[in-house]
């Protein structure tokens, strides 16, 4: 008797990367983090965002290279283009697919980014335990 073969299963790689990005958050204790999809939003600029905040600047910046060094660790990408490590309230790091942004908490609240695009399907991310 011959074997059907089995179908293979197809990670998404927006998931992928997704992962990625969240666990370098999570690494350095980023909070309040939300992944939006705006793949079925008009004129989105991506197809998703990531959105966390942190306490200080230092950690911003911890959190920003944290998630440059996942996602290279698990999907071999490095940056489109990256902006804010100079002063360090808001960085941006930019996978053209896949927009993180990691504020600092009275930045993210000041700015209420999630306002700008809730028309976005919003996932919260739990907080893990420490």
Not at 71 to 84: L, Q
Not at 101 to 112: A, D
Request: one cysteine or more.
């Amino acid at each position: 008797m011959k074997k059907k073969p089995g179908k293979l299963i197809q990670k998404d790689p927006s998931e992928e990367m997704i992962a990625a990005i969240v666990h370098g958050i999570e690494e350095k204790k980023g909070k309040a983090i939300q992944v939006f999809d705006l793949r079925q939003t008009p004129n989105a600029v991506c197809a998703f965002f990531v959105i966390c905040n942190a306490d200080s600047g230092t950690q911003v910046d911890a959190i920003a290279y944290e998630v440059e060094h996942q996602v290279k660790i698990a999907t071999g990408r490095s940056p489109w283009h990256s902006e804010g490590f100079e002063n360090k309230e808001w960085i941006l790091v930019d996978y053209a697919d896949i927009v993180v942004h990691i504020f600092q908490t009275q930045v993210r609240e000041f700015y209420q980014i999630e306002k700008l695009w809730a028309d976005a399907i919003i996932r919260e991310i739990p907080e893990t335990a420490a």
